[in-house]
């Protein structure tokens, strides 16, 4: 565990340093005012996720992993997200999909969210999910954000665990 929390801490890092230094270097600073969430929005999340237990489902195991995702607002308030994430390299395991609804608050540059979804994990055990749960994003300007989420996944064969989510939100 204590290897898997350097190498996420250790990437997080170099995702954010990268991106504050090279050409998204504004895209950090926060701007008051304007109205910063809109409807046919696309974005990009870069995250670190943390489960209650692995995909092997020892359930005494906590795991922690990175993922990315990509978000279309189809309105201001209702969209679908499509996220993996991995917690040991064996890339693809698994892949989420999930309507989303959100409550923009502007004058905070908050949104509210709640998501419903489903996935396929494909490997360990194969099974279907399903997943509920809400979160929120916090826009520093109209380009990038940050949030953090909770939600239960529920898998076919095993056991449930909740599932926590805090990253980047890049908006193109």
Do not use: C
Not at 34 to 53: C, I, P, Q, Y
């Amino acid at each position: 565990m204590d290897n898997k929390l350097t190498v996420l801490a250790s990437s997080m890092l170099l995702i954010a340093s990268t991106a504050i230094g090279g050409p998204m270097q504004n895209s950090f600073e926060y701007t008051e005012g304007g109205r910063k969430f809109d409807a046919k929005e696309f974005s990009l999340d870069l995250f670190g996720v943390g489960a209650t237990r692995n995909r092997e489902n020892f359930a005494d195991d906590d795991t922690i992993g990175l993922g990315a995702g990509v978000n279309y607002y189809f309105t201001r308030y209702f969209g679908a997200s499509a996220e993996t994430y991995i917690d040991d390299w064996d890339l693809p395991n698994h892949i989420d999909f999930s309507a989303l609804a959100r409550y923009p608050i502007e004058k905070w540059s908050l949104a509210p969210y709640a998501l419903i979804g489903f996935g396929r994990q494909f490997h360990d055990e194969p099974q279907w999910t399903g997943q509920v749960g809400g979160g929120a994003e916090f826009r520093l300007n109209r380009m990038t954000g940050v949030f953090i989420d909770i939600r239960g996944v529920f898998p076919e064969d095993s056991p449930n665990l909740a599932l926590w989510r805090f990253g980047v939100r890049l908006r193109f």
